[in-house]
């Protein structure tokens, strides 16, 4: 093994070794003297020493060993750990990683470093001769400023490099492309068979195992570009931790469900957005100690990062519990700018916040405030297309919701025709299709609408919408496309089928069209563009506006069913409370199994749908105490919950539960499914 | 420095050079399919071997009025992937050796002498930007979103 290759073989390992090592130092910062803790951080910086001596990058030795030095006296008793000493070593690790860069940069490597022998060490260096001996790393300050504008993207702890290879982006993006067109040169293939051959595909065994293994490999190739939100909650962390205390704040970071895999290239959008969202949750979200304990709160916040995955969509929502968003604020803002907030909601003018030149803050700091950031966020986010959202509560805190596809590769989608033009649109969006049924379109407030679930929904031509054509009542096929808190029917010339379709972006040079999700070729070679509902949502309800209509409002019904949403996750509360409500049920929610069983005393649910981890009481627990109440022992419980293991369910069941969801495999639809078919049962 | 060999696009009456650097393919009556919601400077989309491409107005891409059909696509290879340019007539091969003046519109780079008639002659590089052609973007704005 020769020089270079014991060099990119250390880099490759000290990438991993100092995203660890960051990962402990700030679990450290928050247990204090765990020793285990102290021991992993010695080692780390121990293996870091001996590996970087063997490489001949004497720079990065001797700053491992300083720190390491630093972390024995911890060790031995010496001296506690403070935020100081946190500190100190965090700046070291940044100093290893630039000199670790600056290494693989080829800048750094020490002149005259002799070839390894054949056990890849250099033979001088077997002796393992030391580093310099510390000059007292406290007190030798190391300058280098926290790094944390940027995100690099380490690999997922605990991975082994046995089981780990590293391949270059490239080939696996030319990898997913490469199955995304067999996929399609096996339907233009089939479109052969049919014209030309007169054989149907459908019926042909070798055919349709083909199209077997192709389903299964374009599955396995998406795969492969999947990587955990965990990926990035590290460098957040240290954002938080860094920016409370140049803040003199206190704050707690916590994180939920960063195993949550989604496309390597979309988290990747996201990263700079969500890293905005945090330091401004820092910066005037969260209150200093004194104003927050005078307001009756504990003196630490919390910021916390919660993601899900919620049928073939992410969610990641950043929550704090501080302030809030002044919403007075952010009218008077608008009203400046001359944007006519009257008879907006107060949801409608939070959403203002992502607009140019409007800042959430009366504040300008060298971190938020100057009315940048918020925008940017919604353009990143819709450019990877998803969505963001914001829920305010004045003393209570904010929540900013990112809403994205896992992957934007390959998604099932419902084709219809409107104005003569084939479409695309996303089935998972999809809630309704049927026929057209005159007795079922009623008026409303000047137009027409339908009744779905209970609810009143607005209807409007599809081709009307896209501008293809001027609106006019027809006959066609009525689809109901739902966001995660709309829902808008659409009238089309025809629905033609279901399908996967691969997925291209358009050109970069092309401007963002909210409405349109992307392209894809057809089996005939002709391009089907690919809907964006959303987008298609948004841009319906501006053309209903314009038309100076009152807005579309979903209508509940009257002496309607009351459910109980038990959820310590305020990102899911809401969105279940959002999907009920509009579903025209009465919605309470609680925030643990505790709470519940006091909203259920105070007057009792139809139903009750539950998460299961949940602290003071879980969802377990709670199921048996319904079912132990005298009075309550009949309402239906449901789970949802993000445990998918047979013994989880089978434990639910046993405890009372009278069905369970997983929330990986939720969507809107299944929800209202099973919470229907309960009702309906027990009614 | 653009090299003087280029391919003359028939717009209308007016002739365009694009320097033959940037030239893919030329496409003859392309398949094009609306784009939905875009801007009227975007044709629409057509299938290049596979390849998703928009095709660009180039009249209205020039702020000189629009092109109509397009009788041929020019595939240029810009600085962001791939885009076609629509002509009303068959591009020819040219050398552009006589200059006949500045030319006044953005995205152009000089007038030459073609022949009896003049050329226009493209900067792609200036011509082909997404500030360029989203110019005319319809993200949703926020002052007609709260009107009504």
Redesign the interface.
């Known amino acids: 093994m020769d020089a270079d290759q014991v060099l990119r073989l250390f880099i490759q390992e000290a990438e991993g070794r100092l995203d660890q090592l960051g990962q402990l130092l700030l679990q450290l910062e928050l247990t204090g003297k765990d020793e285990t803790l102290i021991r992993s951080v010695f080692r780390e910086l121990h293996t870091l020493k001996g590996s970087s001596a063997v490489a001949g990058l004497d720079e990065v030795s001797r700053i491992a060993h300083e720190l390491e030095t630093l972390v024995d006296t911890l060790r031995v008793g010496g001296r506690p750990v403070t935020a100081d000493v946190i500190d100190t070593l965090l700046r070291g690790a940044d100093q290893l990683r630039t000199a670790v860069q600056t290494a693989q940069d080829g800048g750094s490597r020490r002149a005259g470093v002799p070839p390894t022998n054949g056990n890849g060490v250099h033979p001088q260096r077997t002796a393992a001769k030391p580093p310099p001996p510390a000059n007292g790393i406290a007190t030798a300050p190391i300058n280098s400023p926290p790094s944390t504008g940027s995100l690099p993207t380490p690999r997922r702890s605990g991975e082994s490099p046995a089981t780990v290879i590293k391949v270059p982006l490239e080939r696996l993006e030319e990898l997913t492309r490469l199955v995304g067109e067999t996929a399609s040169a096996h339907l233009r293939m089939g479109r052969m068979l049919k014209d030309t051959f007169k054989i149907d595909p459908a019926a042909c065994t070798e055919f349709n195992e083909l199209s077997r293994l192709l389903n299964d490999l374009q599955d396995r190739a998406t795969r492969t570009q999947m990587i955990p939100v965990s990926t990035i909650t590290d460098q957040l962390h240290r954002a938080v931790r860094d920016l409370s205390r140049a803040q003199g704040k206190s704050i707690r970071w916590e994180v939920d469900g960063v195993d949550t895999e989604l496309d390597r290239g979309v988290l990747h959008q996201l990263s700079d957005s969500l890293m905005h969202l945090v330091r401004n949750a820092v910066d005037h979200g969260v209150e200093l100690p004194a104003e927050r304990q005078a307001a009756g709160k504990p003196a630490m916040a919390s910021i916390r990062l919660h993601a899900m995955q919620l049928g073939s969509e992410v969610i990641i929502a950043i929550t704090d519990d501080g302030r809030g968003i002044d919403v007075g604020r952010v009218t008077d803002q608008a009203d400046r700018r001359g944007i006519d907030t009257e008879g907006m909601t107060e949801q409608e003018i939070l959403g203002l916040t992502f607009q140019p030149g409007l800042s959430t803050t009366p504040f300008v700091t060298d971190v938020s405030g100057r009315g940048v950031g918020l925008d940017v966020v919604r353009t990143n986010v819709e450019s990877a297309h998803g969505r963001v959202e914001v829920r305010s509560e004045p003393g209570a805190g904010t929540e900013f919701r990112i809403v994205v596809p896992i992957t934007t590769a390959v998604l099932r989608c419902l084709l219809v025709e409107a104005g003569g033009q084939s479409f695309a649109l996303p089935f998972h969006r999809v809630q309704v299709s049927q026929a057209h049924d005159s007795t079922e379109v009623v008026h409303a407030e000047g137009r027409p609408v339908i009744r779905v679930d209970g609810s009143t929904i607005p209807i409007r031509g599809l081709a009307e919408t896209l501008g293809l054509s001027e609106g006019r009542p027809g006959t066609g096929p009525l689809v109901v496309l739902a966001d995660t808190s709309r829902r808008h029917a659409f009238q089309v010339d025809r629905l033609i089928g279901q399908r996967d379709v691969v997925i291209k972006a358009l050109s970069p040079l092309l401007p963002h069209l909210p409405a349109v999700a992307g392209a894809s070729v057809e089996p005939d070679g002709s391009i089907l563009v690919v809907l964006d509902p959303p987008g298609l949502i948004q841009r319906a309800r501006q053309a209903d506006q314009g038309r100076g209509r009152p807005r579309p409002v979903d209508a509940p019904q009257p002496g309607r069913r009351s459910i109980l949403v038990v959820d310590d996750a305020l990102t899911i509360r809401e969105l279940q409370r959002s999907i009920l409500e509009r579903a025209g049920f009465a919605v309470r929610v609680a925030t643990d199994g505790v709470n519940a069983m006091s909203n259920l005393a105070e007057a009792p649910s139809d139903l009750v749908l539950t998460d299961i981890e949940m602290p003071n009481m879980d969802g377990f627990a709670l199921t048996e105490a319904i079912r132990e109440h005298p009075t309550l022992a009949n309402i239906p419980v449901l789970i949802l919950s993000s445990r998918s293991s047979a013994a989880d369910r089978q434990r639910g069941l046993d405890a009372g539960a009278d069905g369970y969801i997983q929330k990986s495999g939720f969507d809107e639809a299944s929800l209202l499914a099973a919470v229907n078919r309960l009702l309906g049962a027990r009614a | 420095m653009m090299t003087a060999e280029a391919l003359l696009l028939p717009v209308g009456d007016d002739l365009y050079a694009l320097p033959m650097d940037w030239v893919r393919v030329v496409v003859a009556s392309p398949?094009v399919?609306?784009?939905?919601?875009?801007?009227p400077i975007?044709s629409?989309?057509?299938?290049l071997r596979?390849q998703?491409?928009?095709l660009l107005d180039t009249a209205a891409l020039l702020g000189i009025g629009t092109t109509g059909s397009a009788a041929f696509a020019v595939v240029v290879d810009?600085p962001?992937?791939?885009?076609g340019l629509a002509t009303t007539g068959l591009p020819q091969r040219c050398v552009l050796d006589v200059p006949a003046g500045e030319s006044e519109l953005g995205g152009t780079d000089g007038l030459f002498q073609v022949g009896d008639g003049i050329a226009v002659r493209l900067d792609p590089g200036v011509l082909?930007?997404?500030e360029r052609?989203?110019g005319?973007?319809?993200?949703?704005d926020?002052?007609?979103?709260?009107?009504?």
Do not use: K
């Not at chain 2, 399919?33 to 801007?39: D, G, I, K, S």
């Not at chain 2, 629409?44 to 299938?47: A, C, K, S, V």
């Not at chain 2, 962001?80 to 885009?83: I, L, Q």
């Open positions: 398949a399919t609306r784009l939905v919601t875009a801007p975007v629409g989309l057509f299938n596979g998703i491409v928009a810009g962001h992937g791939p885009v082909l930007t997404p052609i989203g005319q973007e319809t993200r949703p926020l002052a007609s979103i709260a009107v009504g």
